[in-house]
């Protein structure tokens, strides 16, 4: 009698033991898939953020260029052309610090500044003497409102000395 005993708990054993086998089985096969789901994604962000490198690069380009073009008209004082050159020669650290390491602008500027000659008081009177939409844009602290205010920057001078220069001639006329 003791043996049938035996030979049952040995059974419900064995039924236990195969259930855990095929158990664990399902379960490595479960995290193959989240690995490979994984690896997939971690492709898909590099390349995005390999994306968002060349955007942000040709987008600082641009900025710097438009920039030049306004400080060789002379539109600008040498202060606010230093600032300005600044802030948009370090369009890409900031945006992709912002990106890769989920960073507020102010955060990565703040890093931008680090070691330079310029101050983040000197950038705020910067951004106070520009037009409201770029002050709007750089209080945002976000991505979008960094980029709009850049955008500002490089072309704001330009069009409120264009503005000016026409009502100027309108009063005039």
């Known amino acids: ?23 664990g089985q399902g379960l490595q096969r479960d995290v193959k898939l989240a690995n490979n789901a994984t690896k997939n994604q971690a492709r898909r962000l590099k390349s995005a953020q390999q994306q ?5 690069h ?3 380009r641009i900025f ?3 920039l030049e073009s306004l400080n060789k008209r002379g539109l ?25 390491h989920g960073s507020t602008v102010e955060e990565a500027v703040n890093r931008a500044l680090m070691h330079q ?8 009177e910067f951004i106070k003497k520009q037009p ?12 979008d409102g960094f980029i709009a205010a850049c955008r500002g920057i490089s ?3 330009l069009n409120s000395k264009a503005a000016d220069s026409e009502a100027a001639a309108v009063a005039e006329g």
């Open 1 to 23: 009698m003791s043996s049938m005993v035996s030979a049952g708990i040995i059974a419900i054993m064995f039924i236990v033991l195969i259930y855990f086998v095929v158990r």
């Open 52 to 56: 968002v490198a060349f955007m942000a």
């Open 58 to 60: 040709e987008l600082q």
């Open 64 to 66: 710097l260029s438009r």
């Open 76 to 100: 600008l004082s040498q202060d606010d052309y230093q600032i300005a050159y600044f802030i948009l020669n370090r369009f890409e650290f900031v945006l992709m610090n912002c990106t890769e």
């Open 117 to 124: 000659s310029v101050t983040i008081e000197q950038v705020n």
């Open 132 to 143: 409201s939409e770029v002050r709007v844009a750089w209080c945002q602290n976000t991505q």
């Open 155 to 157: 072309t704001g001078s």
